[in-house]
C-alpha cells in the first residue's frame, strides 16, 4: 500500500510463496495470509507449488476458500514439477495462470524433496504449451525465466 523505501513504487507481486511436500500448517497459514493481502492490496500472488498434483489443487482450494482472487494467481515451475495435462486443465479451469519457467533446467535442477522429478525437455515443454493452447488455454500461459542457480 505505501512505496519501497520511500518512493512511490509500490510492490505489484506477492510471493513466491513456497510450498513443501508435504503441505505444512505454517504454509497453508501463510496461504491464507496471502490471499488476505491480495485483497487489501489487488496484488498478484505467485505460488511455488508441492510437486504432487493433489497438492497444487489443495493450494488453489486453499486460495479460493480464503477469498484469493485467483485470476490474479500464478503457479509457477508447472514444467518443472511434471503435473499430469489434467492436473494443468484443473489450474487452469480453477482460473490461474500456468508459468513455464524453467527453460534451461533440464538436467540442473536439484532433485525435490520426497519426490523424484523427471525433469521435461524443451521440446517436450513447448509440445505441452502447443497443446493448452490448443485445448484454449492461450490466455492464461505464463513463460519467463527462473534465474535461481549460477550454472
Known amino acids: 500500500m505505501v512505496g519501497v523505501d520511500k518512493t512511490e513504487v509500490r510492490a505489484g507481486i506477492i510471493g513466491e510463496i513456497g510450498c513443501s511436500l508435504p503441505l505444512e500448517e505454517t504454509e497453508r497459514r501463510v496461504l491464507r495470509a496471502s490471499a488476505a493481502a491480495q485483497q487489501q492490496t489487488g496484488a498478484a500472488i505467485n505460488i511455488h507449488p508441492s510437486p504432487t498434483d493433489d497438492l497444487v489443487l489443495e493450494i488453489i482450494k486453499i486460495l479460493d476458500d480464503a477469498g484469493a482472487d485467483l485470476s490474479r494467481t500464478i503457479i509457477s515451475h508447472v514444467d518443472n514439477m511434471c503435473f499430469s495435462r489434467t492436473t494443468r486443465h484443473g489450474i487452469a479451469d480453477a482460473g490461474c495462470y500456468l508459468e513455464y519457467d524453467c527453460f534451461g533446467y533440464a538436467d540442473l535442477f536439484p ?40 550454472h
Open 111 to 150: 532433485p525435490y524433496p520426497g519426490r523424484r522429478l523427471d525433469i521435461p525437455s524443451p521440446t517436450q515443454r513447448i509440445n505441452d504449451i502447443i497443446q493448452l493452447i490448443a485445448d484454449g488455454y492461450l490466455d492464461q500461459i505464463l513463460i519467463s525465466g527462473d534465474i535461481c542457480f549460477k
